[in-house]
């Protein structure tokens, strides 16, 4: 018998019938950990269902508004539960109504709650569920704007005071090519120590490229008109670079716990916008002409500005940071989402590099910095690798014509899709522990700092550039 899915619909008391099986799973108390999924947005929601889990209860409690992002969501579940490799077993009890946020605080038939969506309320999600004394599991971002991140530092607060984990899902921390830069740079006799730089020449660099138009578990992206709404999506500058910024702070200072307040100064920020056509609008949101809360945003009626490129240059402990972002409509025939990054070392720069040379994939390269490839540096490599490969079998070293490239087995390339598991696992084992790592929060709170401060420092360019 296939695993069963509740589908939104109209009903009187927003309760729905299943539409395959009709018996319920029992609740199996060998799985301690039982989900609530509030508002779907956005299809990240569903890929932390992708997989099952060992500790996770099978049935899943869906609240949300009405509207066309709840069936968007429970498609891709259903999609899960009928594929024919390893399909999941996912039964979504679902509830639609206008008071589903009080009604899931109140009847709180879960302990984790999953946030996925509009990020205009997602701050406040955040918070009516830590009161709640429920666990978050939290899409980024956590907060668009200067104002939320006071909220969110208050929730945090709450967490800490109700014992319950809030933690935000940060998947390119399970990239490879991340996680072995991040693993090279800790050893000095290849990477020597961290550079400070300057803002015109920062010690990292990350860059990200992503698409408005793409494809998910196979199928065309469907995006909510709202997505491209900056005040409910939030601009690229408090978006995709919390990533970007994550990275940064992961794999500068690992496992250290930051201040804000001390250990972070924004020098420079710009926000820039991407034009949309009114026919690739429809094309991405299958509906036929802007809506009004997008009238603002327009120009000549006809071209839609989405303020979703960003860049900042910052300081972290010192060295000099500039993350940037941008968002085309849709990549090139065989081209996705890039990833561009360098981390400048005394010994070695270590570089990501994603472009049409890498086909696209994203590939490492160590570069040594002023070294004759011929003395001892190749030697000191050649040891420290050894010892990462104990961790990592099977990555190997190329002879390139300014250095190295990593060659990384491809099982270790499980793609952007499967890091939600991932991060989902790792959220887990937190859990089973009863707290996060030391380090975890104030970080949050430091990433989301950089972020808001940065979007507030754009803006207020922008205002003084408009004035001349």
Not at 12 to 27: D, E, F, I, W
Not at 60 to 72: F, I, L, N, R
Not at 90 to 116: C, F, H, Q
Not at 174 to 193: D, K, Y
Request: hydrophobic share 40%.
């Amino acid at each position: 018998m296939k695993p069963s899915t509740r589908h939104f619909g109209i009903a009187a008391l927003g309760l729905l019938a299943a539409c395959s099986s009709p018996t319920k799973p029992v609740p199996d108390e060998r799985k301690p950990v039982r989900l609530i999924t509030l508002d779907p947005g956005h299809f990240h929601a569903a890929l932390v269902q992708k997989k099952m889990y060992d500790r996770v209860d099978s049935v899943v409690h869906v609240y949300a508004p009405a509207g066309p992002d709840g069936p968007e969501h429970l498609k891709r579940i259903e999609g899960y539960n009928a594929r024919p490799e390893a399909p999941t077993r996912w039964w979504e009890e679902t509830y639609v109504g206008a008071d589903y946020l009080e009604k899931m605080r109140r009847e709180k038939p879960g302990n984790v709650v999953v946030i996925s969506g509009n990020n205009r309320k997602k701050t406040e999600y955040i918070q009516q569920s830590v009161n709640a004394g429920l666990h978050v599991l939290a899409d980024k971002p956590m907060c668009i704007d200067s104002a939320g991140f006071v909220r969110l530092r208050e929730a945090f607060q709450t967490a800490a005071r109700n014992r319950t984990l809030l933690y935000d899902i940060m998947t390119e921390r399970s990239e490879i090519t991340t996680v072995l830069q991040r693993e090279l740079s800790r050893i000095p006799a290849v990477f020597g120590a961290l550079q400070q730089g300057s803002p015109a020449d920062p010690a990292v660099t990350k860059e990200s490229v992503h698409h408005f138009f793409k494809y998910v578990s196979g199928s065309p992206l469907k995006r909510p008109a709202w997505f491209m709404d900056v005040a409910q999506q939030g601009e690229g500058l408090v978006d995709v670079t919390t990533h970007l910024v994550d990275l940064v702070q992961w794999a500068c200072f690992p496992e250290q716990p930051l201040d804000y307040r001390k250990d972070v100064a924004v020098i420079t920020a710009r926000h820039w916008p991407t034009r949309m056509s009114r026919g690739q609008f429809a094309r991405l949101t299958q509906l036929p002409d802007f809506p009004d809360f997008l009238r603002k945003d327009l120009v000549d009626d006809s071209v839609l500005n989405v303020y979703s490129n960003g860049e900042i240059t910052y300081q972290l402990r010192g060295v000099h940071a500039r993350v940037s972002v941008t968002w085309n409509y849709q990549a090139p025939e065989g081209a996705g989402d890039t990833h561009f990054s360098v981390m400048k070392g005394s010994a070695a720069h270590l570089v990501i590099r994603q472009g049409a040379a890498e086909k696209y994939v994203p590939q490492l390269y160590i570069e040594p910095v002023g070294a004759d490839l011929a003395t001892g540096y190749e030697a000191a490599l050649t040891g420290a690798f050894e010892t990462l490969k104990r961790t990592y079998p099977g990555v190997e070293l190329a002879r390139r014509a300014n250095g190295w490239q990593v060659v990384i087995p491809e099982v270790y390339r499980t793609g952007h899709e499967a890091h939600f598991a991932e991060v989902t696992e790792r959220f887990l084992r937190y859990l089973a522990a009863g707290k996060l790592p030391d380090w975890e929060v104030p970080n949050v709170i430091a990433k989301y700092y950089t972020t808001t401060r940065a979007l507030a420092l754009a803006r207020e360019n922008g205002k003084k550039v408009s004035l001349k």
